[in-house]
């Protein structure tokens, strides 16, 4: 009964964030299709979580998800093979791809950061809770992004500000 | 360039190639009840199962000091008992020569080393955090052969005949073939495209341009222990690289099943902190070991 109760609770929930948790996944794999695999992981911990994870329920989809994705990294390290090469991303479109380029560069930790904070626009102290890190480890992981970003970006000049 | 500019800059990023949400919460759902209804039967069986549980392990653990693993073949086990990380090297190099007779020549000089996941190179110092042994041998400029060996009690898990069907299907493999060993392991042969980058060798989808065909034999072992000769040859087509492969899979695949083929796992408590890999830029470098709870 228990089970019947909580399937349309996170039937909603996954109709609002599935979306938005899949593109999270989607910037630290850099593949759609492992993003969509890593929703459903999620999904089925936090289907099997949900008494007592109900009223948490954002900071615990995105832990278990950036968890999932980095787990799933570090399992298949050499096997997650860039799609293109940077000489062939830039070659077919130069503008919008070097960005992707460049991310793909990052370290997935790196990525991670990057994904909470600039694409979900976390706080340091939010992405430190989803990554269970310290606030200093999320500032210096974001520190070192984007010191990589801006040298395979030399174009990307970031102001400090974004460092806090 | 301000943070909301880079926030602007990724979304659009990602946008771009976003394909339309078509998830269903079915498989979650199936999955998640599955797992749910699995602990509440795993809750009420523990405690029966204690009793039983504590009572064989009190028969078996004897055993298992007396003569190791019920699975692992008996010359496995003996070249486990030998391993020696210092000359483990040349034995894994004259079994890649003993199982390759001509077809590797003598002037070819191998390259064996401790690896992570068969692939990143680690600096002898990291050694802790190697998982793996790989033999790398360059034929030539245009035809390279790689043989990995990985500790994986998943190893032998799956359907290799699904495994074969699948990737024939989806395009993501030329030939494949899976094959029972008498000693319970599989041997699946695989030919497939592939790319050559600074990164590596990567598979090919269906509708990309080959430049490479890797061909490999693997043989996932009863025992937890999974073994890949692999060749890589330069060229344009299937017909062309059928003309180039210097082994045979018949060769390949006397070279996975050869019992010497085993290792050690490497000592050490490591592994403690929530380590993390930068990779290096070229197959040829070292990645970087980084402990996560070290970077405040």
């Known amino acids: 009964m228990e089970s019947t109760a909580r399937a349309p609770e996170l039937d909603d929930y996954f109709a609002a964030r599935g979306p938005a948790l899949r593109r999270t996944a989607y910037l630290i794999l850099q593949d759609w299709h492992i993003a969509e695999d890593m929703v459903q992981t999620t999904f089925v911990q936090l289907y099997v979580a949900w008494p007592r994870i109900r009223n948490d329920l954002d900071a615990y989809a995105r832990r278990t998800l950036v968890n999932a994705c980095l787990t799933h990294l570090r399992k298949r390290r ?32 790196q990525r991670a950061v990057v994904a909470l904070r600039f694409l979900d626009d976390l706080s340091v102290a ?9 606030e200093g480890t999320v500032k210096s992981q974001t520190s070192r992004a984007l010191a990589n970003l801006r040298q395979l970006l030399p174009d990307l000049e970031v102001e400090e500000e974004m460092l806090r | 360039m301000s943070a909301d500019d880079l926030r602007t800059l990724i979304r659009t990023d990602v946008l771009a190639d976003e394909p339309p949400f078509a998830m269903s919460g079915s498989r979650w759902r199936e999955a998640g009840a599955r797992v749910v209804r699995r602990r509440r039967r795993v809750h009420v069986a523990t405690s029966l199962v204690a009793v ?4 064989g392990a009190l028969m078996i653990v004897p055993r298992l000091h007396a003569g190791g693993g019920t699975d692992m073949p008996a010359e496995a086990q003996r070249a486990l008992d030998e391993f020696d990380r210092g000359t483990f090297p040349q034995v894994f190099d004259a079994e890649v020569r003993n ?16 690896t992570l996941g068969g692939w990143t190179r680690l600096r002898p110092a990291d050694y802790a955090y190697t998982d793996a042994w790989t033999a790398t041998y360059e034929l030539s400029p245009t035809d390279r052969l790689v043989v990995m060996l990985q500790h994986d009690q998943s190893a032998n898990e799956g359907d290799p005949q699904r495994y074969c069907r699948e990737n024939l299907e989806n395009g993501w493999m030329k030939r494949c073939t899976a094959r029972a060993l008498h ?18 060798f990567r598979p090919l989808a269906q509708d990309g341009p080959a430049t490479w065909y890797a061909r490999q034999v693997y043989n996932r072992r009863d025992h937890g222990f999974g073994v890949v000769a692999r060749e890589y040859v330069k060229a344009t087509s299937l017909a062309e690289a059928d003309r180039l492969w210097a082994t045979t899979d018949a060769q390949l695949g006397t070279l996975v099943a050869s019992p010497k083929l085993v290792y050690r796992m490497p000592k050490g408590g490591k592994r403690s902190c929530d380590t993390t890999y930068l990779l290096p830029a070229s197959d040829e470098g070292f990645a970087r070991v980084v402990c996560e709870n070290t970077l405040n």
Do not use: N
């Open chain 2, 52 to 55: 039983g549980f504590l009572a």
């Open chain 2, 183 to 200: 000693d319970g392991g599989v041997a699946i042969s695989e030919v497939y495209k592939v790319r050559h980058t600074a990164v590596g």
């Open chain 2, 99 to 114: 199982a390759l007779g001509d077809s590797l020549p003598e002037s070819v000089e191998g390259r064996v080393e401790p």
């Open chain 1, 78 to 109: 050499r096997e997650r093979l860039m799609p293109e090469t940077p000489e062939t991303v830039a070659a077919t479109e130069p503008d919008r791809l070097d960005l992707t380029g460049a991310l793909r560069q990052l370290s997935p930790q």
């Open chain 1, 126 to 134: 939010e992405t430190a809770a989803a990554l269970d890190v310290a």
